[in-house]
T-cell receptor, first 112, second 118 residues
């Protein structure tokens, strides 16, 4: 059974810092991995999706990497802003059309 | 394009009462998912539909939970009777399930229904 963990559970940083969020998964046989953002009381917003054949994806200040062999993914946020404050979840999918298995999330606070 | 719509957004009920949640997926999306998210945790799948068929309901507590997706569009998730431990956010998501989207297979999530059982 796939298990996904995220470290740290919570993180507080001053504005402008670069930061890294970590995601680990136990079964390397994945179809894709996705990073989501969740604001309080809201649903999930997709940030980046990495297919199993890819090593990284970039969108603006966000960069996500994937190392299937070690069961790890990282989300790098450059020049953090207060608006980045949210919970960040990673999720892996076993196959096309399958459900996601989510990690518990990292709650990020960026202080002005 | 409208996103995934869920209602109600919030529901407070007494234990042992019934409750129902409604989801309208993105138009044309064949696959629909119901997830439950407990406080401080990631969402966990309850049931997945391909059109009208429930293809994965292994995590659905069938003694009290039921779901339906009539005509392969809207879906309703019901709990009867509700227990204190059912307090959570219930998220609906949909994906297109068509060949051209196989590369991304993106799921789009609704805002969720926050259930509080007293």
């Amino acid at each position: 059974k796939q298990e996904v963990t995220q470290i740290p559970a919570a993180l507080s940083v001053p504005e402008g810092e670069n930061l890294v969020l970590n995601c680990s998964f136990t079964d390397s046989a994945i179809y894709n991995l996705q990073w989501f953002r969740q604001d309080p009381g809201k649903g999930l917003t997709s940030l980046l999706l990495i297919q199993s054949s890819q090593r990284e994806q970039t969108s603006g200040r966000l960069n996500a990497s994937l190392d299937k062999s070690s069961g790890r993914s990282t989300l790098y946020i450059a020049a953090s802003q207060p608006g980045d404050s949210a919970t960040y979840l990673c999720a892996v999918k076993r196959g096309y059309g399958q459900n996601f298995v989510f990690g518990p999330g990292t709650r990020l606070s960026v202080l002005p | 394009e409208a996103g995934v719509v869920q209602s109600p957004r919030y529901k407070i009920i007494e234990k042992k009462q019934p409750v129902a949640f409604w989801c309208n997926p993105i138009s044309g999306h064949n696959t629909l998912y119901w997830y439950r998210q407990n406080l401080g945790q990631g969402p966990e799948l309850l049931i997945r539909y391909e059109n009208e068929e429930a293809v994965d309901d292994s995590q659905l507590p069938k003694d009290r939970f039921s779901a339906e997706r009539l005509k392969g569009v809207d879906s309703t998730l019901k709990i009867q009777p509700a227990e204190l431990g059912d307090s959570a956010v219930y998220l609906c998501a949909s994906s297109s399930g068509v060949e051209w989207d196989k590369y991304t297979d993106t799921q789009y999530f609704g805002p969720g229904t926050r259930l509080t059982v007293l």
